[in-house]
């Protein structure tokens, strides 16, 4: 069985503070990994992708993947309190199948 | 908006009704999922198709019937639900993944309620 495990929280931080979100999988052959923001009541939309080792920027966000150790993160730098929210990790596994986490809720204190 | 759309939104039934949801792509993708998003619980995959062709089936049972007449429609007809059927019905588009990193995008979703 494949699974992409993440820690449910709530992650509270304060405002203006880096958050960090950790996703691991299973499937060693896994081959690009997704980073998602749901709001309550709203659809998953897509933050970042990254697909090979090392550390990949957009903005404020920083997604990390590590592959030897099976583990992918997301790091919201100076956090706002319009980051509060559901975050889901996404492992591609091959084909057309994408595996989701349970995800994380992240609650940014103004 | 995603250029993903759904409808309709929110729909409550009953355990002998028959209804469908819609699923409309406006970004060019081949591409179309139908996922379940219960509380608390990891979206699952019900269905994939690519091109019109049914790719994955998620072992769900017979009383959801997925159609796909393009590439940018997609259904799910609804027949002799169970209340444990209520969830979120998301679908989502994607490129083909043989070209792409299978970045997926999100309709707004139906909230479906089975009584």
């Known amino acids: 069985q494949k699974e992409v495990e993440q820690n449910s929280g709530p992650l509270s931080v304060p405002e203006g503070a880096i958050a960090s979100l950790n996703c691991t999988y299973s499937d060693r052959g896994s081959q690009s990994f997704f980073w998602y923001r749901q709001y309550s009541g709203k659809s998953p939309e897509l933050i970042m992708f990254i697909y090979s080792n090392g550390d990949k920027e957009d903005g404020r966000f920083t997604a990390q993947l590590n592959k030897a150790s099976q583990y992918v993160s997301l790091l919201i730098r100076d956090s706002q309190p319009s980051d509060s929210a559901t975050y889901l990790c996404?492992?591609?596994?091959?084909?057309?199948?994408?595996?989701f986490g349970a995800g994380t809720r992240l609650f940014v204190k103004a | 908006e995603t250029g993903v759309t759904q409808t309709p939104r929110h729909l409550v039934m009953g355990m002998t009704n028959k209804k469908s949801l819609k699923c409309e792509q406006h970004?060019?993708?081949?591409?179309m999922y139908w996922y379940k998003q219960s509380a608390k619980k990891p979206l699952e995959l019900m269905f994939v198709y690519n091109f019109k062709e049914q790719t994955e089936n998620n072992s769900v049972p017979s009383r959801f019937s997925p159609e796909c007449p393009n590439s940018s429609h997609l259904f799910l007809h609804l027949h002799t639900l169970q209340p444990e059927d209520s969830a979120l019905y998301l679908c989502?588009?994607?490129?083909?993944?043989?070209?792409?990193?299978?970045?997926?995008?999100f309709g707004p979703g139906t909230r479906l309620t089975v009584l």
């Open positions: 989502a588009s994607s490129q083909d993944p043989k070209g792409s990193y299978n970045e997926q995008f």
């Open positions: 970004l060019g993708h081949n591409a």
């Open positions: 996404a492992v591609r596994v091959g084909g057309f199948k994408t595996i």
